[in-house]
């Protein structure tokens, strides 16, 4: 991100809290109306959060060159280094495809853990053999 990036991001908040600044001046010149208030303490508001936005921004603006200088970096990086041979994209490959292979329950594991499967299967506890909790003491 360059310093001009960064300087018309602070100079578009500075110029929407001078608007808001502006419209509260309109509001002061006016007679009372009713919903006056209402409107004043908009464009106040308005005007708070921009003005926090923009100090905000002016803070941590090196902060945030910074960040995308490196990140440019690392990029340039990544595009210099050798693409990963086909023995490597093939170990990848597997990697992956063991990590997604679910573990699996027997039909005769879940029928002795699971009651619910019992009831839709019709099966009896004592058919089952139902492994029992340990009781917590």
Do not use: F
């Not at 990590?99 to 009651?115: M, V």
Request: proline share 4%; hydrophobic share 35%.
């Amino acid at each position: 991100m360059t310093d001009e990036t960064l300087e018309a991001a602070i100079l578009t908040l500075r110029a929407q809290a001078l608007s808001a600044l502006g419209m509260m001046k309109d509001l002061a010149r006016r007679p009372t109306e009713v919903d006056a208030v209402e409107k004043l303490a908009l464009h106040a508001t308005r005007l708070a959060q921009l003005e926090g936005a923009m100090l905000t921004l002016q803070q941590y603006a090196p902060t945030v060159k910074a960040a995308g200088i490196e990140a440019l970096r690392e990029a340039q990086e990544v595009a210099t280094e050798e693409p990963p041979t086909s023995v490597e994209v093939e170990e990848a490959e597997e990697e992956t495809e063991d990590d997604l292979e679910p573990s699996s329950i027997s039909g005769e594991q879940l029928q002795q853990r699971s009651a619910a499967y019992r009831r839709s299967t019709g099966t009896s506890p004592e058919e089952a053999n139902v492994i029992k909790r340990s009781e917590k003491k």
